[in-house]
C-alpha cells in the first residue's frame, strides 16, 4: 500500500502521488453545469483504477466498453450503458475488460446534497440501475452538458433529478431481511427465464406459493406485477443490445422474448419514449 493520497475530488489508497496524479491525463472532458460536476474518462485495455472514494456523491454511466467495479463487500461486472450511484466515501476500485472503456461520471455538490436530504432521498449504499430508462436518461444528459446555453441547464438540472429519483425507487425495492426467500427465488426465476412465456402459476409453482399470495406479495415488495418486471427485463436486455452489438431489430426482439419485432417497438417505445432505432442512434459515441 502506498497510502492515502488526495488528489482533485478522490482519495486514493493505493497509488503513489505521481500515479494518482497521472490518472487526470485520462479525462476528456470536464466542465460544471447546474452544480454539476460532469467529467467524462477513456480509459485503456485491461486497465486499473486504483482503490479510490470520491468526496461528492456520485453517478456514472458507461458509454462504451465494460469493466468490473470491486469493493470489500461486492464484485459487480459492468457493461455499456450501466448506470451506477457512489455514496461519497464508498472505497471501490475499477479494472476495464479487453476493450477498455469510456464513461461519463457526473458528481454532486453540496446544493444537490443538500436538495436530496430536503426531498427525503437517502442512499446508504452503491446502487446500480435496474431500468434501462436511466441509461436513456444519461445518454440525454451527456448531450445537454455539451452545450452552454440556459436552457441546456435546465434541462440536465431535470435530467439528473430524474435519474436521482429512479435510483431512490431502486433503492426502495431493494430486498432487506423480512423478505421471504421464495419470494428471492421468484425474482430470480423471472433473472433466469425472461425471455421465456411464464405465467403466474407457473412461477407460483417454482418456489411453492399460491399464486395470489405471489401477485400480492410481489407488487408490495418490488412495486409492479411479475408480467410488468418481467417486462422491463426484456426491455433492459434489448438496450444492451441495442448499444453494444449491430443485430437486427428483428433478431433482438426474438432475443429478448418479444413476439415480433412489431411487439417489441411498440413496448420500447412506450417504456422509454424512444424507437429502438432511435435509442441505437442515441447510442453511437462521436
Known amino acids: 500500500m502506498a497510502g492515502q493520497f488526495h488528489h482533485l475530488r478522490a482519495r486514493y489508497y493505493d497509488a503513489d502521488p505521481a500515479s494518482a496524479r497521472a490518472l ?9 453545469t447546474a452544480g454539476l460536476l460532469a467529467t467524462e474518462t477513456y480509459h485503456p485495455p485491461r486497465f486499473t483504477i486504483p482503490s479510490h472514494s470520491h468526496d461528492l456523491p456520485s453517478f456514472y454511466l ?12 461486492s464484485e459487480r461486472a459492468l457493461g455499456a450503458y450501466s448506470v451506477v450511484f457512489t455514496p461519497a466515501g464508498h472505497i471501490h476500485r475499477n479494472t476495464f475488460h479487453d476493450r477498455g472503456g469510456r464513461c461519463l461520471l457526473v458528481e454532486l455538490t453540496p446544493a444537490w446534497t443538500d436538495r436530496l436530504t430536503t426531498a427525503g432521498m437517502s442512499f446508504q449504499g452503491p446502487l446500480v440501475a435496474g431500468a434501462s430508462e436511466l441509461a436513456l436518461l444519461g445518454i440525454k444528459l451527456r448531450r445537454e452538458l455539451h452545450d452552454a446555453d440556459p436552457v441546456a441547464i435546465l434541462a440536465a438540472e431535470g435530467l439528473a433529478l430524474e435519474i436521482l429519483a429512479g435510483f431512490a425507487r431502486d433503492a426502495q425495492q431493494l430486498p432487506s431481511g423480512d423478505c421471504p426467500d421464495w419470494l428471492l427465488r421468484a425474482r430470480d426465476l423471472l433473472h433466469d ?3 421465456e412465456s411464464l405465467g403466474l ?3 407460483a409453482a417454482a418456489v411453492g406459493v399460491h399464486p395470489v399470495h405471489l401477485a400480492r406479495v410481489f407488487r408490495k415488495r ?5 408480467g410488468e418486471y418481467q417486462r ?3 426491455v433492459e ?3 444492451r443490445e441495442l448499444a453494444t452489438t449491430r443485430r437486427s431489430l428483428a433478431a433482438i426482439a426474438h432475443s429478448a422474448g418479444f413476439a415480433d419485432q412489431a411487439h417489441f417497438s411498440r413496448v420500447f417505445r412506450d417504456r422509454t419514449g424512444w424507437t429502438p432505432a432511435r435509442f441505437r ?3 453511437s459515441i462521436g
Open 193 to 195: 427465464r425472461f425471455a
Open 201 to 203: 402459476a407457473e412461477i
Open 24 to 32: 487526470r491525463g485520462y479525462h476528456l472532458t470536464e466542465r460544471e
Open 237 to 239: 436486455h434489448a438496450s
Open 62 to 73: 458507461v458509454l462504451e466498453g465494460a469493466l468490473t467495479e470491486f469493493s470489500r463487500s
Open 281 to 283: 442512434a442515441a447510442c
Open 232 to 234: 422491463r427485463l426484456r
Open 222 to 226: 418490488f412495486r409492479c406485477t411479475p
